[in-house]
């Protein structure tokens, strides 16, 4: 993942946070349960980015690991969001 693919993923995910804040009523269970997702995701993309400005190749590639399982299983598995978004200390 280039750094123009990685800040273009980091505003779109922003930008899907934002349009699900903006509804103006509650968020239903389906919909927390997103935005809380890309949250997660917005969270490690920025771990990665923090990581290749500092030259941390290892953090780097470990925030790319857990972003890589939660894309692609962690949406149908939340104890493994969970899991990462403990490990990785991610706020939601």
Do not use: C, W
């Not at 779109?12 to 349960?33: V, Y």
């Amino acid at each position: 993942m280039t750094d123009e693919e990685l800040q273009r993923t980091i505003q779109g995910l922003s930008g899907d946070i934002d349009q699900l804040s903006r509804a103006g009523k509650p968020l239903s269970k389906d919909e927390e349960k997103r935005r809380r997702m890309l949250a997660l995701k917005k969270g490690i993309l920025e771990k990665v980015k923090e990581a290749r400005q500092k030259g941390d190749m290892g953090q780097e590639f470990t925030n790319l690991a857990a972003y890589g399982a939660l894309t692609s299983v962690g949406e149908k598995h939340p104890f493994l969001a969970n899991l990462i978004r403990s490990k990785f200390r991610i706020p939601i």
